[in-house]
């Protein structure tokens, strides 16, 4: 079962900063949360993760709340390149990746 | 950054038929790969855990003896699907687990049984 909820989908205009919300409120101390995306067809795609502190890295920001129930991952500048599935994953991360996949969030930019 | 690489990345096959599929890290070492399998419009099912120089470990209600897993290297494990059927069309990913990183996916295959 996912531990994760998302929305199921969202629009976003194009150039515009793009905020995909996520809740894992039983996230355990040693679970890390990260985000993945699927383009139509392909495989999925490393965003971004993190435990508990906030992370940017070329693709995106991750912001993770104090309590660690629900993060929010940013794209600050959405392209029409961007419209693929999101998945809010959440995971100890550690030598076992098998990835539990939710529904994830389908985002569309549009110009 | 990490590359896997799956291979073929499409194929059709004749109902009864058996089909391999590749799954290389092209440059790092992976003692554990991971298969899923993703019908149209639904998330990806994780159907088995490949670790290398042992048996895989499958999940719930996955045949072992219809999708046959190989991991003899820690650059390769291979996923067949034997004697397949049009049910078995799918889409299936691969994804490898390098150590203290994230986890990386091929870009999958698509199956397809007539």
């Known amino acids: 079962d996912a531990k994760t909820t998302q929305p199921t989908s969202m629009d976003c205009a194009e150039g515009r900063a793009a905020n995909l919300p996520c809740n894992h409120s039983t996230i355990s101390g040693n679970e890390y949360v990260y985000w993945y995306r699927q383009i139509h067809s392909q495989g999925p795609q490393y965003i971004i993760h993190?435990?508990?502190n906030n992370e940017t890295n070329e693709m995106a920001s991750l912001i993770i709340t104090e309590d660690r129930k629900s993060s929010t991952l940013i794209l600050p500048h959405a392209t029409l390149r961007d419209t693929a599935v999101y998945y809010c994953?959440?995971?100890?991360?550690?030598?076992?990746?098998?990835?539990?996949f939710g529904a994830g969030t389908t985002v569309t930019v549009r110009a | 950054g990490a590359v896997v690489s799956q291979h073929p990345s499409r194929v059709i096959c004749k109902s009864g038929t058996s089909v391999k599929i590749e799954c290389r890290s092209l440059?790092?070492?992976?003692?554990?790969m991971f298969w899923y399998r993703q019908f149209p419009k639904q998330s990806l099912m994780l159907m088995a855990t490949?670790?290398?120089?042992?048996?895989?470990?499958?999940e719930q209600g996955v045949e072992k003896d219809k999708f046959l897993i190989n991991h003899a290297s820690l650059t390769l494990s291979t996923l067949t699907v034997t004697s397949a059927h049009p049910e078995d069309s799918s889409f299936y990913i691969c994804?490898?687990?390098?150590?203290?990183?994230?986890?990386?996916f091929g870009q999958g295959t698509r199956l397809t049984v007539v």
């Open positions: 994804s490898a687990d390098r150590s203290g990183s994230e986890a990386f």
């Open positions: 994953i959440v995971s100890d991360g550690v030598g076992d990746y098998k990835l539990s």
């Open positions: 440059d790092f070492q992976a003692t554990t």
């Open positions: 490949s670790n290398e120089g042992s048996k895989a470990t499958y």
């Open positions: 993190g435990l508990k």
